[in-house]
């Protein structure tokens, strides 16, 4: 089975920067797009940004010129940067990506999420 491991969650004052990675492993054969949503307390998961397989970018407006998505390929690996932190920041965020396992067909896996707070 395909999981989805994230890392880099925490506390941070605003202003502050912080760097979530998310690796997949398991029997993957290939990944498609890969992606990080964000839940606030009482808001619907939304997409924060996705990066494809050639390392074409979308983002937020909210969060465009502060976060970026990057990824490494060899390692099955997304990352996001994220630099001047807002309060309005704070969220779980949850790595996703669409993923084919050998002998197998697409679908779409989930991070359990990582806790990012940004206190003022």
């Known amino acids: 089975q395909v999981q989805l491991v994230e890392s880099g969650g925490g506390l941070v004052q605003a202003g502050g920067s912080l760097r979530l990675s998310c690796a997949a492993s398991?029997?993957?054969?290939?990944?498609?797009?890969m992606a990080w949503y964000r839940q606030a307390p009482g808001k619907q998961r939304e997409l924060v940004a996705v990066?494809?397989?050639?390392?074409?970018?979308n983002y937020a407006d909210s969060v465009k010129a502060r976060f970026t998505i990057s990824r490494d390929n060899a390692k099955n690996t997304v990352y996001l940067q994220m630099n001047s932190l807002k309060p309005e920041d704070t969220a779980v965020y949850y790595c996703?990506?669409?993923?084919?396992?050998?002998?197998?067909?697409?679908?779409?896996?989930w991070g359990q999420g990582t806790q990012v707070t940004v206190s003022s």
């Open positions: 996703n990506a669409e993923i084919k396992r050998y002998s197998n067909t697409w679908a779409t896996y």
């Open positions: 398991g029997s993957i054969f290939s990944i498609n797009f």
């Open positions: 990066i494809t397989s050639g390392g074409t970018t």
